[in-house]
């Protein structure tokens, strides 16, 4: 049994306060909340776990294994430093952290102690995304062209970061992760309308080049009057639409593509032949992701896995991050990735 806490009951954390503590192997020991409030009605829920106003209750308690941190960016590295200080593994919502530097930080801090850190992008675990993979990985698109993505909806603004830090890890991670590779170039155009003042973007539209050819335009907003979720996936011998909204069809693969007639004497013989199949749509388990992230965070603190989303893909995802915002600043100007 693994004894765990959890630090932060805002936005995201009761949902993983609810995994962990319906997970049969962890036993969860307390929460900690700085908003009284929050505290008191997240705990209601959970009578027999303690709850503390100040965090460092949880750190410096020697029966704690592990700790679970969903608080705003600005605090994941000095968070996840006091949790690796105190000698537990680390469970750290995305963006791992606020910059690379700090990333690298907290992996050199569990390296040198053996403790192991996760980082959330929860999409990593989703049944959908992992059908992707397969698809991906037996061939069944072909070789994949390009990728368009829109992640929109109306708010919810933050106040810390901008849109890219707030909503393009959930799809850096996952491309990175379908396509066993980081991008070789980053470029983004960005627009601040609703927070001028802060210079917070609520609009950007990023692009990523990857090794293997694929290019990917990752569209991200707070300013849209519809909630979309939505990511196309063309390849040479099919293509795929992933609906992450849709209830109950999330995938629909499409037999179509574009065939060059292998054969023609001279130009006014090439033709193109479009081909448009059959749709499919294949079962996806209905299985809560952030049950499976759950679950594989235990398996990793026991050696039973190797970390899906482990504090070096949190590192590698967060530097395609810098390199969008850098990007921005610069008019959209491409930004290479050092190697």
């Not at 023609?264 to 388990?285: A, H, K, M, T, W």
């Not at 482990?310 to 290479?336: F, K, N, T, W, Y």
């Amino acid at each position: 049994m693994i004894r765990m806490g959890v630090i932060g009951c805002g936005y995201w954390g009761p949902n993983l306060i609810r995994n962990f503590h319906n997970n049969p192997d962890v036993e969860l020991v307390a929460i900690a909340d700085v908003d009284a409030g929050r505290l008191e009605q997240v705990g209601r829920l959970y009578p027999t776990v303690a709850r503390h106003s100040d965090h460092r209750d949880i750190v410096k308690d020697t029966s704690i294994d592990a700790i679970v941190v969903s608080t705003p960016v600005s605090t994941h590295f000095p968070l996840g430093m006091e949790v690796l200080e105190s000698g537990k593994h680390l469970f750290v919502e995305k963006p791992m952290a606020a910059s690379a530097d700090e990333c690298r930080r907290l992996n050199d801090a569990a390296d040198r102690a053996g403790l192991v850190v996760m980082v959330g992008h929860t999409f990593l675990f989703s049944p959908a995304v992992r059908k992707i993979s397969e698809y991906i990985d037996a061939g069944t698109l072909g070789d994949v062209y390009y990728v368009s993505i829109t992640r929109v909806n109306l708010g919810i603004f933050q106040h810390d970061v901008n849109v890219v830090w707030d909503l393009a890890p959930h799809d850096v991670a996952m491309l990175n992760h379908l396509f066993g590779a980081t991008p070789k170039v980053v470029s983004a155009n960005g627009r601040c309308y609703v927070q001028r003042d802060k210079g917070i973007e609520d609009v950007a539209f990023v692009t990523l080049e990857y090794p293997g050819g694929q290019i990917a335009n990752v569209h991200v907003s707070w300013l849209d009057p519809n909630k979309i979720r939505k990511m196309t996936f063309v390849g040479s011998k099919q293509m795929l639409v992933y609906d992450d909204v849709d209830p109950t069809e999330k995938i629909r693969v499409y037999d179509k593509g574009v065939e060059i007639q292998p054969h023609y004497d001279n130009f006014g013989e090439f033709q193109l032949r479009l081909r448009s199949g059959d749709i499919f749509v294949p079962r996806v388990d209905s299985v809560e992701p952030l049950k499976i992230e759950a679950q594989h965070f235990v398996d990793v603190i026991r050696g039973e896995a190797e970390a899906v989303s482990s504090g070096h893909h949190g590192l590698e995802v967060v530097e395609v991050l810098e390199r969008a915002c850098m990007s921005i600043r610069q008019d959209g100007q491409p930004m290479e990735m050092s190697r």
